[in-house]
């Protein structure tokens, strides 16, 4: 059962870069069956899809964030990473690595990381 | 940029059924959008309820059910119980390795 988890620092400042690390276990990063990828949540609304990437380097992108956003990934420490620049307070969210698992005829998310707020604050 | 579009709230009575709908401001739904449903309850990270359609995931009741009604996927509860009540999120895939969520409904069981 792969399980995640994320980590990173609570509080960024205005205009600086959100930088979190989610950490895969029970599974390989290098699995071929799994993409890799983040969701956010602001306080009280929607959730919104971020990213995803595979091991190999392949990388999808919402198009509203994607002049902001990078995903990589780490396969020697079996996690990956998300990276958000120019921040303001309306990225302050809740943010959910999550597994997209992908087999023939399906694509979904089936695992979540407990999640993890970011506030944007001087 | 096509949005997905979900009712906003839905309000149902213990033991009745109700149908929540995911849909595309542009275009139909199908199995290639590989609709997924999402359960979250207050304070808790969402938990994957069913996906490609309609397929539960492990533990979900067999009172949800997952299709695709018209130009829409659907989420239907037959007999909804009180601890049903919840927010329910639709992902779809856009193509090109993107995926958009609704806005989510918020189902009340009263």
């Known amino acids: 059962q792969v399980q995640l988890q994320e980590s990173g620092p609570g509080l960024v400042k205005p205009s600086g870069t959100l930088s979190l690390t989610c950490s895969v276990s029970?599974?390989?990063?290098?699995?071929?069956?799994?993409?890799w990828g983040w969701i956010r949540q602001p306080p009280g609304k929607g959730l919104e899809w971020i990213g995803i990437?595979?091991?190999?380097?392949?990388?999808y992108y919402n198009p509203s964030l994607k002049s902001r956003v990078s995903i990589s990934v780490d396969t020697s420490k079996n996690q990956f990473s998300l990276k958000v620049t120019s921040v303001t307070a309306a990225d302050t969210a809740f943010y959910y690595c999550?597994?997209?698992?992908?087999?023939?005829?399906?694509?979904?998310?089936?695992?979540w990381g407990q999640g993890t707020l970011i506030t944007v604050s001087s | 940029q096509t949005a997905v579009t979900q009712e906003p709230s839905f309000s149902v009575s213990p033991g009745e059924t109700v149908t929540l709908t995911c849909g595309l401001t542009?275009?139909?739904?199908?199995?290639?959008?590989?609709p997924s449903w999402y359960q979250q309850t207050p304070g808790q990270a969402p938990r994957t309820f069913i996906y490609?359609?309609?397929i539960r995931s492990s533990g979900v009741p067999d009172r949800f059910s997952g299709s695709i009604l018209g130009n829409k996927a659907a989420l239907t509860i037959t007999g909804a119980q009180a601890d049903d009540e919840s927010d329910y999120y639709c992902?779809?895939?856009?193509?090109?390795?993107?995926?958009?969520f609704g806005g989510g409904t918020k189902l009340t069981v009263l």
């Open positions: 490609s359609t309609n």
């Open positions: 990437i595979f091991y190999g380097g392949n990388t």
């Open positions: 029970g599974g390989s990063i290098r699995s071929s069956s799994y993409y």
């Open positions: 999550a597994s997209h698992r992908r087999d023939v005829g399906s694509w979904f998310v089936d695992h």
């Open positions: 992902m779809l895939y856009m193509g090109s390795g993107i995926w958009v």
């Open positions: 542009s275009g139909s739904v199908s199995s290639t959008s590989y």
